[in-house]
């Protein structure tokens, strides 16, 4: 990353307005990258005094690694007050440590990522639903997945996100047979290859949960019959309303930063 990127980055970590967790778990056994994540998460702490950043060792600190769920390193947990956490697997670089720094701060202020049809809807929701999006930092469509599925978490606790840059872990790509990212799981079993739109992921965070689509069923958002589990207008809608949601929050967070 060029140095002035990175300033910008880290002066926008500096603008935290609410304290937020940042839980970085690492071995020095083993991990190439979990020194140069010590250091990225240093310097975040350093420049942003609201993040209170832990630090603990897979298999040392084995308790903390349970609870957090935490498989692999480096490992770094972004988590609200409220508990809503997403975890990163692997180092951070260019545009996904930018959605670090982003997630952060929407961990800080609340920040209602999506439209009303989502919020509601996501209460439907009554027991863990994890998310694996695999990605890379060169691949275009890998972005606005991971922020999506970010934002899923960061609206309700029951999201399990986890953003994992694929090329730090050959195993998974072998476990998968992950020929194209990004690569969104579901569940255990439930795979979309390349870019998922806000309906798609609240059906398929759905289907995880155990619903499954057939005849005599109601969509989820509007209550009228539909074989889906979210009707075809109901996905066209909430795509809509989340592109003006994002134009507007961004426009938003434009305007107080000027």
Same mark, same amino acid.
């Given at each position: 990353m060029q140095e002035s990127a990175i300033q910008t980055m880290m002066q926008a970590a500096g603008a935290l307005k609410k304290p937020v967790r940042l839980i970085l778990f690492v071995n020095d056994?083993?991990?190439g990258t979990c020194a140069e994540a010590r250091q990225a998460a240093q310097a975040i702490?350093?420049?942003? =005094?609201?993040v209170a950043l832990e630090i603990y060792d897979q298999v040392m600190d084995r308790d903390k690694t349970q609870l957090y769920?935490?498989?692999?390193?480096?490992?770094?947990?972004?988590?609200?007050?409220?508990?809503?956490?997403?975890? @990163?697997?692997?180092l951070l670089e260019d545009v996904f440590f930018s959605i670090l720094i982003d997630t952060l701060?929407?961990?800080? *202020?609340?920040?209602?990522?999506? =439209?009303?049809?989502?919020?509601?809807?996501l209460r439907h929701l009554a027991r863990t639903v994890?998310?694996?999006?695999?990605?890379?930092?060169?691949c275009p469509l890998c972005r606005p997945v991971a922020q999506t599925a970010i934002g899923l978490a960061m609206e309700n606790t029951l999201v399990g996100t986890e953003i994992i840059i694929a090329s730090e872990y050959p195993e998974l790509i072998r476990k998968y047979s992950m020929k194209t990212l990004p690569k969104?799981?579901?569940g255990e079993n439930l795979h979309m290859d390349g870019h998922v739109t806000e309906g798609e @992921?609240? *059906?398929?965070?759905?289907?995880a949960e155990g619903l499954q689509p057939g005849k005599d069923r109601r969509c989820l958002v509007c209550s009228n019959p539909s074989e889906d589990i979210i009707c075809t207008s109901c996905k066209t809608r909430i795509q809509? *309303?989340?592109?003006?949601?994002?134009i507007r929050e961004e426009r938003s967070q434009q305007m107080s930063s000027s």
């Open positions: 056994v083993g991990c702490k350093k420049n942003a =005094p609201l769920g935490i498989k692999r390193v480096p490992a770094m947990v972004v988590q609200d007050n409220d508990g809503h956490t997403v975890v @990163f697997y692997g701060h929407a961990a800080s *202020e609340k920040r209602a990522w999506f =439209p009303a049809d989502i919020r509601s809807t994890p998310i694996q999006v695999f990605v890379e930092t060169d969104t799981i579901f @992921f609240l *059906e398929m965070i759905f289907q809509a *309303e989340s592109l003006t949601h994002k």
